[in-house]
């Protein structure tokens, strides 16, 4: 399995702020997404970071509000931008395909997930 | 597009009771499916997984789950739970070749009491 972080782990903010949220994994992986928990609700996908392009965002989350980038293959941001009290959430990092060789981790085919930040929006 | 339901939202069952929660999906085609756990205070963490082959896998802790194409279920089962086991349980499905996105359901909290 990987082992990943996300910085910050909680975060209280403003209305109209924004803030970017880190994900680091222990070993390059293919694929990197980010999901949403919100209060009460499962888990959301927002969208897939691709490395080196654009990320692929689901029906109903778009590039202005969520930009996300993702520059290698261990490393991806989040950006939760003009928040509103309605974005107040868990923003959960997941990665998935592990490269594996030279970090010493077998390939794998299911989603790991880090320990999510939880954003507060006054 | 795919969706993933839950039944049981709370479940309260005492140490040594067994355990099934209910999960089905909504897709005709392959999938993957998953159950993933979070205990209090902690991240997601991998239970078990079904690919292809045998219907009924084997995760940690004891826990199984079967899946029963013509359901489209994938339930969750422990003969015996116990105290450690309060946590909540999530199901997720993915279609294969459907960009490894993966749908979850709405979780089920389960409880167990002493």
């Known amino acids: 399995s990987a082992v990943i972080s996300q910085k910050p782990s909680r975060d209280i903010c403003q209305r109209g702020t924004s803030l970017t949220i880190q994900c680091q994994v222990d070993?390059?992986?293919?694929?990197m997404f980010w999901y949403r928990q919100q209060p009460g609700q499962s888990l959301t996908l927002i969208a897939t970071a691709n490395q080196g392009s654009e990320a692929t965002y689901e029906s109903g989350f778009v590039i202005d509000k969520f930009p996300i980038s993702r520059p290698n293959l261990t490393f991806s941001t989040l950006t939760v931008s003009n928040m509103s009290p309605e974005d107040s959430s868990i923003y959960l990092c997941s990665v998935e395909g592990s490269l594996g060789l030279a970090g010493g981790h077998p390939p794998y085919n299911e989603q790991f997930f880090g320990p999510g930040t939880r954003l507060t929006v006054l | 597009a795919q969706s993933v339901s839950q039944h049981n939202h709370h479940v309260i069952l005492s140490e040594a009771a067994s355990l099934e929660l209910g999960c089905n999906y909504s897709y005709g085609g392959t999938v993957n499916l998953f159950w993933y756990v979070q205990y209090p205070g902690q991240h997601l963490q991998l239970l078990l997984k079904?690919?292809?082959?045998?219907?009924l896998v084997k995760g940690i802790k004891g826990f199984e789950a079967e899946f029963i194409k013509s359901k489209f279920s994938f339930n969750l089962r422990k003969p015996s739970v116990q105290w450690s086991d309060t946590a909540e349980y999530f199901c997720a499905v993915r279609i294969t070749g459907g960009g490894n996105k993966l749908t979850f359901g709405t979780g089920t909290q389960l409880k167990v009491e002493l």
């Open positions: 070993s390059q992986v293919t694929m």
């Open positions: 079904y690919f292809s082959g045998d219907p």
